[in-house]
């Protein structure tokens, strides 16, 4: 149907796949967001912002043709001056323009950015699936050293491990491009051989991207894919070294991981390590990734820089992460003090009083009515205890404060109020 022939009830909601966030989800993304920028910070990350849209090239040369995100999965759009736009459908290709367009490399190396997005995939909407979704990423550009990837492993886990979940490192390493090259012509020469039995939509892949065959879920290709000859067994020395200082490192973190080796990620800028972090559900069945990345040494060559910048990234999906979380970002209510006032003409004193109040947990309760009403909205919300104005604490210079919990009433001056905890 096109957009002139829309209804008024399908135009009065969201588009599909799409949300809107208010009240609790809306405060768990953001505290969500802020514990991972805390994390994030800690380790050295400061954070970078691109626009939402990108010429379409950058990610057509960064992401590959023959995957999903370029097949299928892109918005895109032409501008009425005639640009082709689109919305980003991930972060890195994107960060990899601004380091380069900014001559980023001329600043001290590594440089290591935080970032936060939402994201676009025209891709068929479910439960943990989104067409606008959101992630925290990290990315460390202009290092070689296996330490940055064991880095960037270990900040993604300690942000996921918040979760309270079990959560488990795939990991791979997929060598250099030149070896993926050689690689690859074994693997298609493997999977010409077995091409009928594997799934219908696979087979169509064996010239497009037969890397992607390898991390199929379709039940006929993973039986194939026990036989499919490993990138892991063909990798080089300088690889291999590299892939080890990566695993001894997460060794010495005690963070749980399984090598796997038909790990092979979406995107075409992958080189040596990449990774993604599992959960699993009650039953112990693997259920959903929340979260993967990799080393991407090629990608800005890729997208038309002369040299090659080596780099590290990840992106965690936030949705995912969120709904896993039980209340784990939630805010609870109790932590927050409302103030109150018992006539509307004591607004501007309390707005007053705020201003200079240093304790951030006290805020000003946005309903203005009898005393009775706004008490027990209040107690409906959740909230344990309230500090009052009236004429006489206006008066006086003090407040009355009031725990819902034991119903204890005391009056407290403005110095008691500001240490209130
Ligand atoms: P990717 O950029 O494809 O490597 O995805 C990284 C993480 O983002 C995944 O592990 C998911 O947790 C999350 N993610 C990717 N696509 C979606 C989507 N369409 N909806 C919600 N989360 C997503």
Known sequence: MSESNKSNKDILQAPRGMRDF????????????????????????????????????????????????????????????????????????????????????????????YYESPFFRHDKPQKGRYRQFYQFGL????????LYDALTIEVGYRIIQKTGKKV?????????????????????????????????????????????????????????????PTLIESLDKASRDHFTSVTDTLDGLDIPYEINPFLVRGMDYYEHTVFEYVT??????????????????????????????????????????????????????????????????????ASQLLQKCTNNKLFMYPLFTKIGKQMSRIEKEGYTRVCIIGEDEATNQQVTYKDLTTGEQRTLSYKELNNLS
């Open 22 to 113: 208010y009240g609790t989800p809306y405060q768990q993304k953001s505290n969500f967001f802020e514990y991972a920028r805390m994390i994030a910070s800690s380790y050295g990350f400061t954070g970078i912002e691109t626009p939402i849209l990108e010429h379409t090239e950058i990610f057509l040369k960064g992401i590959g043709e023959g995957t999903d995100i370029i097949d299928k999965e892109m918005y895109n759009l032409t501008t009425l001056g005639g640009d082709r736009l689109t919305l980003k459908p991930e972060g890195t290709a994107p960060i990899m323009r601004a380091y380069i367009e900014h001559g980023m490399g001329a600043l001290p190396q590594p440089q290591l950015f």
């Open 139 to 146: 990315e460390i550009m202009g290092s070689r050293d296996p």
């Open 168 to 228: 488990v490192v795939k990991i791979n390493s997929l060598g250099t491009r030149d070896i993926r090259a050689s690689y690859t012509e074994t693997l298609v020469a493997f999977y010409r051989e077995h091409q009928s039995k594997l799934a219908e939509g696979d087979q169509e892949r064996i010239d497009t991207n037969p890397f992607r065959i390898l991390d199929s879920k379709e039940p006929e290709t993973v039986t194939v894919n026990q036989s499919a």
């Open 280 to 349: 699993y559900d009650n039953e112990n069945q693997e259920s959903f990734a929340l979260g993967g990345g990799g080393r991407y040494d090629g990608l800005a060559e890729l997208i038309g820089h002369t040299t090659s910048i080596p780099s590290v990234g990840l992106g965690l999906g936030a949705d995912r992460i969120i709904e896993i979380s039980d209340d784990t970002f939630t805010t609870n209510p109790g932590d927050r003090i409302p103030m109150i006032v018992t006539e509307n003409s004591l607004y501007v004193h």
